[in-house]
């Protein structure tokens, strides 16, 4: 079925080589014409070997259209009509980069008012044409009321703010400077410029950028975003898309087949952030510090969106890669330190062995395997009856930790003689000491001792800051093996049930029985709001 381009604006940004490699011989890229009119068809075809990524930039370096492409015997091909709008085809000339695994090709056509006219005649300021020029954004673009800023439209069918209605916006911030776009601008990928010394300016000041569209949220610590290029002329280009569309659907589905236990929600997000100065754009992907996103659910969403078993993953191809968040309210928030497509996923993994008697652990294991806290020993075991070591322990108490987002990033240094640098352990057992979350005995960790009991509330209860615990109302503990609780442990056991961290088997805490992957489960779900 032909695929209209109204429904195909571009959502995804995929990073693909500027240059790329060498094309081998089983991979090419051809496009059926050089010229096409608004409203008529182009094809894009050739041979491939495996999956092939196609991406169209329109001659204002915005992305125009991307798909995946599932090659048959070893050829593809795929059909597209133009827009007949301005605002979504504007004329002048659009590159076509196709990639598969180390290939990659470029090639051109225009958009045309007439054909045979070589692709000159663009539309009046719109960039069109090989060379868009470097337009200044005048300084007073935009306006401003307190500290946001509300940007106006510009002749290419984007945003704009100047300098000056920025340091009006300035002399009446604390703390950020707020930029509220039309909500239509998310769906519509439309894009927002302004001048690169922007940039430097709220660096100066300590201000972070709010950038509000529908229901979207970014917000960008001060310094967080940086570019070399801030001459007269340089600007920075930001484009937000949440439209689902037909081919954002499918790049999802692509990746959802190879991982069985993952369900779409439909909410989708992503963001191009570009250096442009005249024809010079240069995708910045890397953040110094990391962006805050957020994104208000629509009703509909909200009731088919689990909290405890939702996330936010990174689409990089066919993997997903998490990247977590939280849902509070009906609004759902993460940090990305690089903007590139990303969706919210449940993940709804099921274990054989949870079952019966173990049964109790289930929802536990569920949701901490939905934040990637605990994993199973293989794709349908979680074996909830083994004993769990410290090593295992510290790292999945530091992965809950970092769950919350308020811990330091900061290392430290390796205080543990039995701690090897390289094993999966040792930046959890680093970080979780330094944190003073655990100890050892001596200068040693004894990573492979099995917990026991009191040692994992004793570090569940030092971690307690990191979470908000409140009080289960229970009063004090009443276990008959009491007296067989540690000294340096008492108090640690008391905080935890008096939290409703522990509950022991009724009568017995057992504290110095090794703690199974079921009971370490259950206890940091109790943790976790």
Known sequence: MKKVMAALLALFIVVLPATGYAAAASFALNVSAKEVLRGGEITFSGTAEDDMVLKIIRPNQTTF????????????????????????????????????GSS??????SVVEKLGEGGTNPDPGNGGGTTPPANTIPADAGDS???????????????????GTLASAISNAQGSVTVELPAVTGDAGSSLNFPAETLKTLKDKKLDLIIISGNSTLRFPAGSLATSDTSANAQIRIVLNTLLTNDAK????????????YVSTGVVISVTIQSVNGSNVTDIHNLDKPAEVSLKLTPDQAKQIGSDLAGVYYVNGTKLEYVGGKLKGDTF???TNHFSTYT????NKTFADLSGKWAWAEEAVKALSAKHIVTGVDEQHYAPSRNITRAEFATMIMRTVDWTEKASDEAGTNPFKDVPAGQYYTDAVTRAAKLGIVNGYGGAFRPN???????AVVALMRAA??????????????FTDAKQISAWAKDAVEKAWAAGVIEGDGRLFHPKQAVTRAEVAVMLNRLLP
Not at 150 to 155: C, F, S, Y
Not at 344 to 347: G, N, S
Not at 465 to 478: I, N, P, Q, R, V
């Open 333 to 335: 928030t993460f940090k």
């Open 344 to 347: 919210i996923l449940e993940y």
């Open 65 to 100: 259209y991307m798909d995946v492409i599932e090659p048959e015997e070893g050829t593809y091909s795929s059909t597209i009509t133009i827009p007949e709008t301005q605002e979504f085809a504007p004329w002048g000339v659009y590159k076509v980069v196709a990639s598969s």
């Open 465 to 478: 800051k990191y979470f908000e615990l409140t009080s289960s109302g229970k009063g004090a503990s009443a």
């Open 250 to 261: 499918n790049v999802i589905d692509k990746a959802l087949q190879i991982n069985k236990d």
């Open 104 to 109: 990659s090709a470029n090639k051109t056509f």
């Open 145 to 163: 009321t307190g500290s946001v800023i509300k940007p106006e439209l510009g002749k290419d069918g984007g945003y704009i703010f100047g300098s």
């Open 449 to 455: 001792d099995p917990i026991t009991r009191e040692e």
